[in-house]
């Protein structure tokens, strides 16, 4: 068991892997199952992301957004985790604040930050999504939930395994399980095909599709594929938010969404 100074180190570690601090689903099930924005805005310096955005985006089922690089996509996810603010409007995450609603959200970073002369070893990487304050110690649950998970995404044979040896798709395979092993009501995913080979593409997208039925997934991405027959709505994010039932869109509809040409869609506004 880790001493206390090396759990929090690893703690330290593993929020830089995933941009999020430590998440730990609750047992309350009745939060209204949608994310608002109401009145929204949101930039950088000299750059505006957002401007008085205001949208209400089923938390259920399997939305997927797109827009071009800079659009505001993982902006719009770092709001609805509360790791930023906007500067104006309000965020409502199943009937909470952002912050409050962490417990309810995992979240599967674009890119997997750490630091490879930390031999964090994949079972620890797992057990921080179950960490309920900055550092542990971890309950006999926690251990056997990580197990599980693990197990369930076809990862046990690499519970030991350093996290900074694994290839690209094993470590969004272990990424995704730290999202999963809290029991989350809803699961972002941000570009989990980036940097993967397509047989890893592959499995990740036979792991998502596995857990479509029993929480909301808000899956960013830019492969047109990926997922396509699981999707149940579109989200358009470029500067401006829009949102579409996918059965309210044809072939052709979804390729111009996905090559940015936004304005020809009806009731698109983006500028």
Avoid at 104 to 109: D, E, I, K, Q, R
Avoid at 117 to 146: C, H, M, N, W
Wanted: one cysteine or more; glycine letters at 8%; proline letters at 6%.
């Amino acid at each position: 068991m880790p001493s206390p100074r090396s759990a929090g180190l690893l703690t330290r570690v593993i929020r830089s892997i995933t941009f999020a601090v430590p998440m730990h689903a609750s047992t309350n099930r009745d939060a209204s199952p949608s994310l608002t924005l109401s009145n929204v805005s949101f930039g950088y310096p000299g750059i505006a992301i957002f401007d008085d955005v205001s949208i209400t985006i089923p938390a259920e089922g399997l939305t997927q957004v797109v827009g071009p690089n800079g659009g505001g996509k993982t902006t719009l996810a770092r709001l609805l985790i509360g790791l930023m603010r906007p500067q104006r409007g309000t965020i409502n995450v199943m009937g909470r604040s952002p912050l409050a609603a962490r417990r309810l959200v995992g979240y599967v970073p674009q890119h997997a930050l750490y630091d490879p002369r930390f031999p964090a070893v994949v079972q620890d990487v797992v057990l921080t999504g179950r960490l309920k304050r900055p550092i542990g110690p971890y309950s006999r649950r926690d251990r056997e939930a990580t197990l599980a998970t693990l197990a369930d995404l076809g990862l046990e044979s690499l519970a030991n395994a350093a996290f900074s040896t694994l290839s690209g798709g094993q470590r969004q395979r272990v990424l995704l399980a730290r999202a999963l092993v809290s029991s989350p009501d809803l699961l972002i995913l941000d570009e989990p095909t980036a940097n993967i080979d397509r047989e890893s593409a592959a499995r990740l997208e036979t792991l998502i599709r596995a857990q479509r039925d029993r929480l909301g997934i808000l899956l960013i991405t830019h492969d047109f594929d990926f997922l396509a027959d699981s999707v149940d709505r579109v989200l358009c994010v470029n500067r401006n938010v829009h949102i579409h039932e996918r059965s309210d869109l044809s072939e052709d509809d979804l390729a111009r969404l996905f090559t940015g040409h936004f304005h020809s869609l009806a009731g698109h506004v983006h500028g």
